[in-house]
């Protein structure tokens, strides 16, 4: 009997290791890992059926933390209106069994909900990795017809608008929105990802009278000053490490400050992280980062504001 115990634990362990759910579903696998209102939400969409009996599925599952996080105004709405909350669950929805091991940094991976991406993306060799934005805890949970990824938050808001939309339909960016189109860069942010460190207004305001005017700051300079806002990648605040050196377009590198999750870039601090868009992500700051005076050549403060 004991020989017999002894083979069976044996045989859970080497499972374990090699990631067999045997008989539970994705949708049944996500309930095991804490993720109840999720799946209570997948059977309000009406979709429990499709995603218990077809597949193969990937489920990136918010964790029941994760809903908590989310208001009272939004659960309400979600429960009230099927087709925005059948829309939310798509989106955590992939077609295939995909594990981690097969995802590049900032590779896009087509939701269920048609014409929306996942984006993946991998920081410090992988020890953290994020599905658009949000941390997974908890990764390759297998079930017999699929996989079940577990996530830090709701992928919500869904991205809607690229950078330069997100920008200029936000009243708080129309000075940062106004200095791209000036420097003619309104066309090299449509393309990245990039990750866009945005000066709100106040920071703008702060800056000495005139300072963006041609004569004040030739079209180089303000060039020069925009992409020391902006990084090539998608650089969400999960990724994000004190002491983080990273280089920015403009070349220099701008150096991440992160304590107790509050965010700083240089000296500015992050008012708002992880906006979602559709060509990177969009973190508001609370000033203006400068290397350098570039009429005058001398040394500025990192910011301004």
Known sequence: MRVYCTLVCLLGVVAGLLGVV????????????????????????????QL????????????????????????????????????VIKYHVAAG???????????????WENGYKIRINRYHNGQVMTATGSNISSRDNLGSNGVVHLLDD???????????QYCA????????TYSFVRANLQYDIQGGPFTVFAPIEAAFDALPTGFL???????????????????????YSAGLMDGDKIQTVQGTDVVIHKTNG????????????????TNG?????????????????????????
């Open 52 to 87: 218990g009996s077809q597949g193969p599925f990937t489920l990136f599952a918010p964790s029941d933390a994760a809903f908590a996080k989310i208001s009272s105004d939004v659960m309400t709405k979600l429960s009230h209106d099927k087709d925005l909350l059948a829309k």
């Open 169 to 176: 339909s936000n009243q708080n960016l129309t000075q940062l």
């Open 281 to 305: 992500v969009v973190h508001l700051i609370d000033k203006v980062l400068l290397v350098t005076d570039h009429v005058s050549g001398e040394s500025l403060p990192q910011s301004i504001g």
């Open 97 to 111: 069994k995909q594990l981690m091991s097969s995802f590049s940094n900032d590779i896009e991976i087509g939701s």
């Open 154 to 164: 709701v992928m919500f808001p869904l991205p809607e608008n690229s950078i330069l």
């Open 213 to 235: 005017n041609t004569e004040f700051l030739t079209l180089s300079a303000s060039r020069n000053l925009l992409q020391y806002h902006y990084i090539r990648g998608t650089y």
């Open 262 to 277: 509050a965010v700083m870039v240089e000296n500015a601090k992050v008012l708002q992280a992880d906006i979602k868009v």
């Open 22 to 49: 045997s008989g539970r579903t994705v949708v049944q696998v996500a309930h095991d890992l804490h993720a109840t209102t999720f799946t209570s939400l997948v059977a309000k969409a009406g979709l429990s059926h």
